[in-house]
Every structure is written in C-alpha cells, then in structure tokens.
C-alpha cells in the first residue's frame, strides 16, 4: 500500500488506501439483534418492501437442542395511516395483509414472477386466473427440494385496526447460507405503513452473525501471539537491561498497546456472542486502542522519517504541525471506528460512511506523502555521512517496507475484486479473511522490527552524536528517544493494516 524508496512514491500508495478505505464504506457493522424504529416501506416493481435484514447461519446441529440456529420475531408491529384504516369496516376481516420473506441467497430466484416471464413481484389477476398465486400476495416459486423454502409468515390487519401484530414466532435454520429478510405488502392502500420492533438471529455457536463469528477465534490467537512475542522480548529485556534504549521501550509499549487490543476485540466479540448485543463499554475501549495505536504509529513513524535523534536532535519549529495532525487524525480515526463497530447494521447509509472514511483517507495520504519524502532525506543524508551503520539499518527497514508494500497492494487488489464479484455476500464464509490478513501482516512486521532492533551489547551504535551532526535547529521540542525509536512502532502503520477491519 505504501512506496518507502522515494519521496515522489508517495502518491500511488495514498491513492491505493484511498480507494481501500472509500471500498470500507460500503461495509457496515453486522449485528445479531435488528432493531426497527418506524422505518417506512419502499416501492418495488408493484410491491413495497422493507429490508429487514442480512446475515450469514450456519446450520442447526440436529444432535443438540442448545445448538439451535434460528432468526426469532419479537414484538414486530405493524403500523398503518389512519387514512387506510378509515377506508374499511370494524367488522372486515383480513383488511391489509404484510408479509415477511426469508430468503436464502441462492434461492433468491424464486422470489417475484421471473420464471413466469414477468416483471412483477406480487401477484396480479392474469396470474391468479392462472393458478399460479394469488392475488395480494408475493410470488414465490416453492424450492423443489425444500417446499417450505423460501419462507413465508403472513400478518393480516381487521378492521378499521391502525396496528397490527405479528405473531411472535422462531424459524429454524437447516441450511447453511446467507439469508435475506424482507417486509412486503402488495396492497397500494396500505402505502406509508410503519414497521417497529426488533428480530433476533443467532447460529449454533451464540449471536456472532457468520462472517464475524471467526474473527472472535482469530482474537484469541492473536492475543496468545502478542503474549508469546512479549514474553520473549522480556526475557531479551531484563537480560541486557543495562543496554536498553529509549527504542526498546517503545517498542514494548507497541507490543503491549497490540496485545491489550487483540485481548479487548475478544472479550468484545465473546460478549457480543453471548448476548446477541455489542457490549457498549468494552466496544469503547477496544476502538479506543485501536485509534490510539494507529495515531501513535503514525507520529512515531514520521518523526523518526524525518531523521530525529539521528539526523537532527530535535523537530524544530514543525513539532506543532506534527502533534496538530496527529490530534485530528485521531479524532477522524475515533469517528469512523465508533460508527463502524456500534452501529446496527442497518443505522448507517453507505453515504454516511463514505463522509467519515474520506478524512481518514485524506489524513492518511498526508501522512504517507510526509513520511516518505522524509524518509528519503534522510537516507540522502546518512549516506552523505557515511555513517553506513546508521545506513544499513534504514536499508534493512526500507526492504523489509518494500516487501509489506507490494503484499499490501497484492491484497488490496484481491480485496476490490473479492468486493466486487460477490455484491451479495455469497461468499460470507470466506469474508474473515480480509480484515484478518491486515492484523497478520501487522503483527509479522512488528517480529521483523523486534529482530532488527532487539536489544544488544552494543546499543549506541545508532542514537544521535553531536560530533556528525549538521547545526540543526534545536529550538523546537527535544522528543524522547533515540532515533529509531518509532521505527518499531511502524508496524502498526506502515501498510496502516488496522484501517482493513470487517
């Protein structure tokens, strides 16, 4: 995703995340529990509809009733105008009639009257005459070898009723697949009908929709990952902490900062599994780290590109500038986050999204362009000096960049065609992958960097000498560390791998 060689290739990274993040808005957060406050119906064909929701199950295990995978309705109300209850009797029955589809994607054919060669989804008077639906009602072509399947649930309204409820219900789920929800009616009298209430879907395993389900195992892993990286970094610690530089504190305090996120994700989706509902405090945190370690990746990134504590002691007059865009990075990055991971999967529009990735997407470009063409100064001027040590480990950490751009660009370009090719999630089983691919890479990075810069005997090697030094301006705010002290923290933000998350 990024170009680290020369300042001018900063451009075609920050165009590749730019279009990784603006694919990101079209993604919302999954959710177990689908709330419905009063949404209103939209026309279709010669139909209204009201979509109720999307989620991938999993089959029910038949040798366990706990194991049950199901979407349950729970005080589903329906809600018409006073101007279409006024047009019936008290004593009518059946005067309105609302029905909820369920739909497996693969059978979505079978929904509305394309196999009778027409356009229509609901039943006219040339069909019914035919026998092949009835008037008022969806079409739907029965699965041959599932005849319950798609699934139909009838509410009708009686009387001059304004409400009316739907019978509180549970459909079992015999078959793996993604599964569509629709509210339908086909009566234009009923047009401006309201819909409240709340759906419950849950697999085999607990709450977590399909394709989020596997992420909860992969926070495991990765937590006992970061434990393990930890354990041995402390070990190298305590054992040459008479050698220790400010580096190798930052770099502790990266490995930290990724272990408390990974744990925070797990307990979020654990939770979240059990209970059907995101747990707002624990969510809160986990997006919390996650923005703070992005933002502080990247400034640690930047100011060791710009050459501090190796080339220059100190930022001079631009540290304001640095901490200005790290501030505002931070709370763009805190937005997008909270609305991608609290809200229902049906709050957000994909514009409403798209308005919240595009400053990230901006602030990440700046960055991108300001670190290379920092870091490409800098190299220009470490080889000036010949100070090849200094210059072997840049060169080192510039490959080892290199490599993780072209695997991020590689897998950018998967992830747009993946996108692309399954507009409807058919391959929700799959879909794990891509935002796990992005902490792996990350992770992998930050062994790199623990192997390049594990502490040594000889650990001054590398820090800022007066003696080479070039009468840089020293009135700015002397940082802390050594010059590559943020260079291990870049394994967070290199690639910028935590903007892929599902």
Known sequence: MRRPQRAGGGGAPALALAIALAALAARGADASIHEYAGGGFSPRANSFFFHGGSEGLYASDPSSNSSASFIRFDSVIFRRTQESASRHEDMQQKTGLVEAI????????????????????????????????????????????????????????????????????????????????????????????????????????????????????????????????????????????????????????????????????????????STGTRPMGITLWAVTFTAVKKTVSRLLLLVVSMGYGVVVPTLGGITSRVAALGFIYFIASEALELVENLGNINDFSGKTRLFLVLPVAVLDATFIIWIFSSLSRTLEKLQLRRSMAKLELYRKFTNSLAVSVLISIAWIGYELYFNATDPLSELWQRAWIIPSFWNVLSYALLVIICVLWSPSRNPTGFAYSEDAGDGADEEGLSLVGSAVKGTGDMVNLHVFPEDKRA
């Open 102 to 273: 369920i739909v497996e994607i693969q059978d979505r054919d079978k929904i509305g009257g394309s196999y009778l060669h027409s356009d229509a989804i609901c039943c006219t008077p040339e069909l019914d005459k035919e026998k092949f639906c009835k008037v008022g009602e969806v079409i739907i072509r029965p699965n041959p070898d599932n005849p319950d399947w798609p699934k139909r649930i009838q509410t009708f309204f009686d009387g001059k009723n304004e409400e009316t409820p739907m019978v509180t219900q549970t459909v079992s789920i015999n078959k793996t697949g993604m599964y569509y929800l629709y509210f339908m009616f086909c009566d234009p009298q009923l047009k401006g009908l309201k819909i409240i209430g709340r759906t419950v879907w849950r697999n085999p395993q607990g709450y977590l929709p399909g394709k989020m389900a596997p992420m909860m195992t992969f926070y495991g892993f990765m937590s006992l990952a970061y434990l393990a990286l930890g354990l041995l970094w402390f070990i190298q610690f305590v054992r040459l902490w008479k050698d220790i530089l400010q580096l190798h504190y930052h770099i502790t305090a990266v490995i930290a900062l990724g272990m408390c996120e990974m744990a925070f994700w797990y307990f979020e989706y654990a939770n979240f599994n």
